[in-house]
């Protein structure tokens, strides 16, 4: 529990109001869908028809999915292979149960909320849809967990909604846009201040990880993020690192309903008979093109082919190893779908983060091997491998797999709980940030010595944690320490200078 703060004023109203509202807006999202669909093109009519009439195409496109009712979301979505085991039988996490408390903004308490979670073109369905799907996923589930609280004063964490991947590719919005709207979110939310962000999570889904919010580094570089990519996107390389370790959380990327054809596709490893499998585009990636060329060269050891195939899952379960190399970021779905078709994960992908690692021993589940050494020499090594270590391994692999799916279920083995589990073991008794001070009495104040409980926003985050990049300074700077500035709260000054000497 952190140190008692006031509620804002209103909160127990907005708390009334949050479960209309939402469904307010569920309504009316379905509402727009139903209009989109009904004029979308690929709804129109086929040639050829018969004389009684032309005949409907059948529209498979994102638009014309059925909206999920926001009453339904978490029943809908909830992951069957997530609660089908108790997290307490993994024997991974403390027997005691979870006592983290999460707290989960609301678009009525923090209005800026809506331009990053709903628009003409996202719905919480569409945003769901495919691997980036946990953007809208652990917001949902997290609403209805055991973990949540609506006390912000009994809150460990913060959870702010944001669907970053479905803003930016649904509505269209540029990085301008993007970033304007991040900056009105943050500098809206009420507890910020208090632990400069500390305690506050954001999920950014794919690749681009928090480089989606451009000034991320000036306005919540202390957060925490929740990003299947632990290294970064090539395109966005020289923004990297904008993941670390030590307070951010690896997690899966969303997994459909592909699981199941995996599942029941998957052969006992002494009947397969295929090698290794690749499906995929080179992206221009080395790695990659190998691997194609070698499906070319030995055809009955490596499936590999850069078109779709009907028959994805058979070869899957047929496949002793299943390939995840590496293509414009590290992370790819592909290592995931391995452990549900029953093949062993062999990793091409030096740099990648894998999530919970504190509990699992990837070693006696995968196989990672080196990206430059992607040739025969790998085929041989794989083709080495005793039949019952391969066993082995795919058994244990089977055994965690639940840790990669999402069940609003914290008790059970899902990605949900793990997360949480990791949370847990970043509690904190007390909060602080260079804006809050504390009197004898316990009372915890702004520079005003207003009591931090009638803060109020929009806040100036800007410069907030003194992240801001590196510059040179002018030439003065060079006595006595580097030509480095630092930002303080006095202004741009060189690092490492002595006292008294000239500022920038």
Same mark, same amino acid.
């Given at each position: 529990?952190?140190?008692?703060?006031?509620?804002?004023?209103?909160?127990?109203?907005?708390?009334?109001?949050?479960?209309? %509202?939402? %469904? &307010?807006?569920?309504?009316?999202?379905?509402?727009?869908?139903?209009?989109?669909?009904?004029?979308?093109?690929?709804?129109?009519?086929?040639?050829?028809?018969?004389?009684?009439?032309?005949?409907?195409?059948?529209?498979?496109?994102?638009?014309?999915?059925?909206?999920?009712?926001?009453?339904?979301?978490?029943?809908?979505?909830?992951?069957?292979?997530?609660?089908?085991?108790?997290?307490?039988?993994?024997?991974?996490?403390?027997?005691?149960?979870?006592?983290?408390?999460?707290?989960?903004?609301?678009?009525?308490?923090?209005?800026?909320?809506?331009?990053?979670?709903?628009?003409?073109?996202?719905?919480?369905?569409?945003?769901?849809?495919?691997?980036?799907?946990?953007?809208?996923?652990?917001?949902?589930?997290?609403?209805?967990?055991?973990?949540?609280?609506?006390?912000?004063?009994?809150?460990?964490?913060?959870?702010?909604?944001?669907?970053?991947?479905?803003?930016?590719?649904?509505?269209?919005?540029?990085?301008?846009?993007?970033?304007?709207?991040?900056?009105?979110?943050?500098?809206?939310?009420?507890?910020?201040?208090?632990?400069?962000?500390?305690?506050? @999570?954001?999920?950014?889904?794919?690749?681009?990880?928090?480089?989606?919010?451009?000034?991320?580094?000036?306005?919540?570089?202390?957060?925490?993020?929740?990003?299947?990519?632990?290294?970064?996107?090539?395109?966005?390389?020289?923004?990297?690192?904008?993941?670390?370790?030590?307070?951010? @959380?690896?997690?899966?990327?969303?997994?459909?309903?592909?699981?199941?054809?995996?599942v029941a596709a998957a052969k006992p490893q002494k009947t397969r008979t295929?090698?290794?499998?690749?499906?995929?585009?080179?992206?221009?990636?080395?790695?990659?093109?190998?691997?194609?060329?070698?499906?070319?060269?030995?055809?009955?050891?490596?499936?590999?082919?850069?078109?779709?195939?009907?028959?994805?899952?058979?070869?899957?379960?047929?496949?002793?190893?299943?390939?995840?190399?590496?293509?414009?970021?590290?992370?790819?779905?592909?290592?995931?779908?391995?452990?549900?078709?029953?093949?062993?994960?062999?990793?091409?992908?030096?740099?990648?983060?894998?999530?919970?690692?504190?509990?699992?021993?990837?070693?006696?589940?995968?196989?990672?091997?080196?990206?430059?050494?992607?040739?025969?020499?790998?085929?041989?090594?794989?083709?080495?491998?005793?039949?019952?270590?391969?066993?082995?391994?795919?058994?244990?692999?089977?055994?965690?797999?639940?840790?990669?799916?999402?069940?609003?279920?914290?008790?059970?083995?899902?990605?949900?709980?793990?997360?949480?589990?990791?949370?847990?073991?970043?509690?904190?008794?007390?909060?602080?940030?260079?804006?809050?001070?504390?009197?004898?009495?316990?009372?915890?104040?702004?520079?005003?010595?207003?009591?931090?409980?009638?803060?109020?926003?929009?806040?100036?985050?800007?410069?907030?944690? &003194?992240?801001?990049?590196?510059?040179?300074?002018?030439?003065?700077?060079?006595?006595?320490?580097?030509?480095?500035?630092?930002?303080?709260?006095?202004? @741009?000054? /060189?690092?490492?200078?002595?006292?008294?000497?000239?500022? /920038?």
């Amino acid at each position: 529990m952190v140190v008692p703060m006031s509620k804002p004023a209103g909160l127990d109203s907005v708390l009334q109001q949050q479960k209309s %509202a939402l %469904a &307010n807006e569920v309504a009316e999202g379905s509402r727009s869908l139903l209009e989109r669909s009904s004029t979308s093109p690929s709804a129109g009519k086929v040639s050829g028809s018969s004389s009684k009439g032309p005949v409907e195409a059948k529209c498979l496109s994102k638009e014309c999915l059925p909206e999920v009712a926001e009453q339904d979301y978490v029943s809908h979505y909830n992951d069957p292979h997530g609660n089908d085991r108790p997290m307490a039988s993994m024997g991974l996490f403390p027997p005691h149960n979870l006592t983290v408390k999460i707290y989960v903004y609301q678009s009525d308490e923090v209005g800026a909320i809506k331009e990053l979670t709903s628009g003409q073109k996202m719905t919480l369905t569409i945003c769901t849809i495919g691997m980036w799907g946990t953007q809208t996923v652990l917001h949902k589930f997290l609403e209805k967990s055991s973990v949540r609280t609506l006390d912000p004063a009994q809150a460990d964490f913060f959870f702010v909604p944001a669907y970053a991947k479905c803003a930016s590719d649904r509505e269209k919005k540029n990085d301008q846009q993007m970033n304007q709207a991040y900056i009105k979110l943050v500098q809206s939310l009420p507890y910020f201040r208090r632990s400069g962000g500390r305690d506050h @999570i954001f999920v950014f889904p794919s690749g681009r990880g928090a480089t989606v919010f451009r000034d991320w580094k000036q306005h919540i570089g202390q957060s925490i993020f929740l990003s299947p990519e632990g290294h970064f996107t090539d395109n966005y390389a020289a923004q990297a690192p904008y993941f670390h370790t030590h307070k951010d @959380i690896a997690i899966p990327g969303r997994l459909d309903n592909r699981k199941d054809g995996l599942v029941a596709a998957a052969k006992p490893q002494k009947t397969r008979t295929t090698l290794g499998i690749f499906y995929g585009t080179h992206q221009g990636k080395e790695t990659r093109r190998t691997l194609l060329e070698l499906g070319k060269r030995y055809p009955s050891l490596v499936k590999a082919s850069c078109e779709r195939t009907p028959k994805y899952f058979e070869y899957m379960g047929d496949s002793q190893f299943c390939f995840a190399p590496r293509g414009q970021s590290s992370w790819t779905l592909r290592f995931y779908e391995s452990f549900f078709a029953g093949c062993i994960p062999v990793i091409l992908a030096d740099s990648i983060e894998l999530p919970f690692q504190d509990v699992i021993d990837y070693s006696k589940v995968t196989i990672k091997w080196p990206m430059t050494k992607v040739d025969e020499t790998l085929l041989e090594y794989l083709k080495s491998v005793p039949l019952e270590d391969r066993e082995r391994m795919a058994a244990a692999g089977k055994a965690i797999r639940c840790m990669f799916v999402y069940n609003s279920d914290v008790s059970s083995c899902n990605a949900l709980s793990a997360i949480m589990w990791q949370l847990e073991k970043r509690k904190r008794v007390f909060q602080q940030s260079h804006e809050v001070f504390w009197l004898h009495s316990g009372e915890m104040v702004d520079r005003s010595l207003d009591n931090m409980g009638a803060w109020r926003g929009p806040f100036n985050t800007n410069n907030v944690f &003194n992240a801001e990049p590196t510059q040179k300074c002018n030439p003065t700077c060079h006595e006595g320490g580097p030509n480095l500035c630092l930002a303080t709260e006095n202004g @741009i000054v /060189c690092k490492g200078l002595k006292a008294g000497a000239a500022k /920038c």
